[in-house]
């Protein structure tokens, strides 16, 4: 059984000018110990796809549609009993610039025993003991147990948060963009504990970027979103190697490559899409090359071109 | 030795440094006043329409460097020459210098004052200068700056305010404010880190049309050395305050030579490049600028530190025309790879 | 080439826009509506209700029930309260709008000063406010309408001068935090003086925070000069609702239960004050839209 099975999942925000579509039919599946890349531009809906799998949507949001499978189970139709139950313990979540959600007036360690008391029902020893067992895990000291937030580094910091992640054993953790603030040493840092943790742990994870230079090293695969959709999936070398759809190519452009000729990138004419208004059929096509008729008339069907390669797209040549 | 009086922009043995205000206690307890070196001795120079990358993580003072330049923040020690003459103090002299050199900043979002429209925003530097006269005439060097940053038609652009603007725009409306004085010189801090990769690349092949076309020299300010490589002409490598490595960007990216430029190389990501095993990252963080640090500033975590290394600070010298290093190993090997060479002459 | 009327046609949009969201405002509309319906029998009223104010009545005239020919009684003096009830709104406004431009022109000028110079004059500036915030105002009211004496310039300028320090800190803690702006410092970097940057960048940044607290202290200075007129400091040559009810009190109108006397005055004091702040609360929202999610 796959660990989990995002089918069909729409989830929409009311807002005072209109139904917002964030995420608008997506679907993509992960193994027990898979990594999966969720990579686009902002406001493109992965953020929203990631707090919708952890149902941490704010009060404005709302799945309206699709499963969200987690070990077989459907979390949508979930009481918020069973959620609050399950909401670290099979899913955590580690955002973005969350070393700047520590609570600094409370020491590190007290912060992540809170979850384990929380979730555990823990005595406030054994809690202890786990939290110093996590902050070794992730490389830190452990007697930094009864340090405050303000005495740990940038990089410390976030490697706190994911000691706070993985306090409850999660089956499936999510990261959004949880390198992005961080120097480029620091940043490799993590991910190198990322991967070692993944491993040892054999946990799923869903990495979300709008870097796509870093997600070739750290996952399996690939999903590429636009306008709230999926536009294309498939494994590291399917996305990179044999790319389908134009926004995947173009996208792939934009982040210079050492290895390859000194040329400034062609970029993507246009502007990102109005999410209250999207364009017709192909939320795309207003800035494809290639866009014809039936691009501004239909949405496309996603279609499997080979393995687990999905392409979402009207062209014959993406779709052979 | 480039002829230093071709350099547009000459920096000489810059530093920058901030003493830290102790609480009230400690301050009166410690004899020692806690200083910040942001930059700690920093040498270069820029070319007219040369576009040099100054690439560093944070702490590393690059970003108080493009401000010293621009006398935004004050040197404590070293020069700025500016077309071969000192950057003046005095009033007058400081107005003509910032007709020539100007400044992009990072965050589009908050560079721009969300009350003013465009046209007042664009045109502030010439208000401030009191260089317009009449509306027509800032209306039209308004134009001409907007359509120059790429947005036309510019008519459309002056009684909107930054946010009905995309990321993208705003960026295009900082710039169009940075050219309308005519700048010869530009510090970029990070102009693209903010925006979507999409957008990044129209913003960047704008900077070097405006190279191309007005030849601007531009101080390209990042911490992102892959995208140094592909805008610039040559890199400056930084750590805590210091120059480690400067070269082309040919040679930094490929034949970089300092460890620490080294290090950068072996971490950084190339797009669907899959790697085998862990990335060989560097021990622990980058130290405190507070903390004073004798020798080289790299050294707590340089893989061939030297007993010598911990005690004296290596200088930049040129091992390859145009390519300097500030390392005393490879200056070694340097020194001794010439000495055998012209020993077997 | 026809930018001015680009300009004229934006302003009269933005102003369109703004009226239409104070009207949707029901706490913003109810204030509005009071406010001008006081301010209309304000400059309107003494040519809607003929008696004189200083007319004084026959001894048979005094204190008498509202009746036939006068809709609210008569005062002590045989004066008609409504006459003279519409004669004290001009004076009680009037106080009130005045004193608050004061106030606000003094508390906004010293918070940018403060909040965006060096840190000597911000000091000295902030103990001279923590000063005025911590004396309490009815005592330094009361002690200065006494040395200055009781003219309605002097309860104007008393009033303003006692009631600009909260202003002045809040505006001052806004101007700290625009003035971390990155635009401010895009200002600075292309040559721009502080005066032209606490004028054009934080000033405008700060402004809908002026506005609301404005409100707020115009509700605050009709109170203070209601206080001071109630306790005999106020301007017996003008007399203000204050005034009013100070004699209504001297002359035992309570005792006696010549409601008509003192009741009126009390009510529309209420009236406009509850104006006020409700209209600072609702612009408070309209200016502050996050807070309209609540």
Redesign the interface.
């Known amino acids: 059984m796959k660990l989990l099975e995002v089918n069909n999942l729409k989830t929409y925000f009311k807002t005072s000018k209109g139904m917002l579509k964030a995420v608008d039919d997506v679907s993509f599946d992960l193994e027990h110990g898979e990594a999966l890349g969720l990579v686009g ?2 406001g493109c809906g992965k953020t929203t796809s990631a707090l919708s799998i952890a149902r941490l949507l704010p009060k404005e949001g709302r799945i309206v549609g699709g499963q969200i499978l987690l070990d077989g189970r459907d979390v949508i139709p979930a009481p918020e009993s069973e959620l609050r139950r399950r909401r670290w313990t099979d899913v955590s979540i580690i955002f973005q610039g969350a070393m700047n959600a520590l609570n600094p007036v409370m020491t590190v360690g007290k912060q992540i025993s809170e979850a384990i008391v929380l979730h555990e029902k823990a005595s406030e020893a054994d809690a202890l003991r786990k939290t110093k067992d996590l902050l070794e895990l992730v490389e830190i000291p452990s007697d930094r147990y009864k340090h405050y937030p303000h005495e740990f ?4 910091k976030q490697r706190a948060m994911i000691a706070m992640a993985l306090a409850c054993d999660p089956k499936l953790i999510i990261g959004d963009e949880p390198t992005t603030a961080l ?4 940043q ?2 993590i ?2 504990l990322l ?2 943790l993944r491993r040892e742990l054999s946990m799923g994870m869903i990495l979300i970027t ?5 997600l ?2 750290t996952c399996d695969k690939i999903a590429v979103m636009y306008a709230g959709k999926i536009v294309e999936t498939g494994s ?1 070398k399917d996305i ?2 044999d790319a389908r759809h134009p926004y995947t190519k ?3 452009g ?6 390859g000729p ?1 040329t ?5 004419e246009g ?2 899409p109005n999410l209250l208004d999207p364009p017709s059929g192909c939320a795309f096509h207003p800035r494809c090359d290639f866009a014809c008729d039936i691009c501004k008339a239909q949405t496309p069907e996603p279609v499997n071109v080979g393995g687990k390669h999905i392409v979402a797209c009207h062209l014959k040549e993406a779709r052979q | 030795m480039k002829d230093a009086r071709e350099a547009l922009v000459r920096v000489d043995g810059l530093k920058v440094h901030f003493e830290i205000r102790e609480g009230f206690l400690s301050g009166l307890l410690s004899k020692e006043k806690k200083v910040v070196r942001a930059v700690d001795g920093v040498t270069f120079t820029i070319d007219r329409g040369e576009i040099l990358s100054l690439v560093g993580e944070s702490g590393s003072g690059k970003t108080t460097v493009g401000k010293a330049i621009l006398q935004l923040v004050q040197p404590t020690e070293g020069a700025v020459v500016f077309e071969g003459a000192p950057v003046s103090q005095d009033r007058e002299g400081l107005k003509a210098f910032r007709q020539n050199a100007q400044m992009v900043f990072q965050d589009p979002y908050q560079a721009l004052n969300p009350r003013h429209y465009i046209i007042d925003i664009v045109a502030e530097p010439l208000d401030v200068a009191g260089l317009v006269k009449t509306s027509e005439e800032r209306e039209q060097r308004v134009r001409e700056a907007l359509e120059q940053a790429g947005l036309t038609p510019a008519d459309d652009y002056f009684y909107r305010y930054p946010y009905e603007l995309s990321g993208g725009q705003r960026q295009r409306v900082v710039i169009a404010g940075a050219l309308i004085l005519g700048p010869r010189f530009i510090v970029a801090d990070e102009p693209v880190s903010m925006l979507d990769a999409s957008i990044r690349t129209g913003i960047l092949k704008l900077m070097i049309h405006l190279r191309d076309t007005k030849g601007i020299a531009y101080l390209f300010i990042t911490h992102d050395l892959s995208l140094a490589w592909l805008i610039s002409d040559r890199i400056a490598i930084m750590y805590l305050g210091r120059v480690m490595e400067i070269g082309t960007a040919d040679e930094i990216i490929k034949a970089g030579l300092h460890p620490y430029t080294q290090a950068l190389m072996a971490i950084m990501p190339v797009p669907g490049q899959t790697r085998e095993g862990e990335r060989p990252v560097l021990e622990g963080e980058t130290p405190n600028a507070a903390v004073e640090i004798t020798g080289c500033k790299f050294s707590s975590r340089c893989p061939r530190a030297t007993e010598r290394c911990r005690q004296e600070q290596p200088e930049l010298m040129e091992v390859a025309p145009g390519h300097s290093v500030a390392c005393f190993p490879v200056q070694e090997e340097h020194r001794s790879s010439t000495e055998h060479i012209a020993g077997n002459e | 080439m026809g930018g001015n009327s680009v300009k004229a046609k934006l302003r009269k949009r933005k102003i369109k826009a703004f009226v239409s969201q104070v009207l949707a405002n029901k706490m913003a509309l109810f204030g509005t509506v009071v406010l001008l319906f006081f301010i209309l029998v304000a400059i309107f009223g003494p040519l809607l209700v003929p008696f004189s104010v200083l007319e004084f009545g026959e001894v048979e005239d005094m204190l008498n029930p509202p009746g036939p020919g006068h809709i609210l009684g008569t005062d002590d003096m045989g004066r008609d309260v409504l006459g003279y009830l519409i004669a004290g709104s001009r004076i009680s406004l009037l106080v009130g709008a005045l004193a608050t431009g004061i106030s606000m022109v003094i508390g906004t000028v010293i918070g940018i000063v403060s909040g965006y110079s060096g840190k000597a004059v911000d000091n000295v500036l902030m103990r001279i406010t923590d000063f005025f915030l911590v004396i309490p105002w009815l005592p330094l009211m009361m002690v200065l309408a006494a040395i200055l004496g009781t003219s309605i310039w002097n309860i104007i300028v008393v009033i303003g001068v006692t009631s600009w320090a909260g202003t002045a800190r809040v505006v001052r803690s806004q101007t700290l935090s625009v003035r971390e702006n990155q635009f401010v410092e895009r200002t600075v970097s292309i040559g721009a003086g502080s005066g032209h940057i606490m004028l054009h960048h934080i000033l405008p940044n700060v402004f809908p925070l002026v506005f609301a607290n404005t409100i707020l202290i115009a509700a605050a200075a009709i109170t203070s000069e209601t206080t001071l007129s109630f306790l005999g400091l106020g301007d017996p040559a003008h007399a203000s609702w204050g005034m009013m009810l100070h004699y209504a009190f001297e002359t035992g109108a309570t005792s006696t239960g010549a409601w008509w006397y003192f009741l009126p005055p009390g009510l529309c004091v209420v009236a406009v004050v509850l104006a006020f702040t409700l209209m600072g609360y609702a612009f408070d929202e309209i200016l502050n839209p996050k807070l309209k999610e609540r």
């Open positions: 531009e902002s580094s940038g990089g410390m120097d480029v040493m620091i490799a840092q991910l190198n991967e070692r709008h870097d796509l230079a870093i070739g090293e590291v990179f190697e173009r996208l792939i934009c982040f210079p490559n050492v290895k000194k400034v990138p062609a970029g993507i502007f990102p």
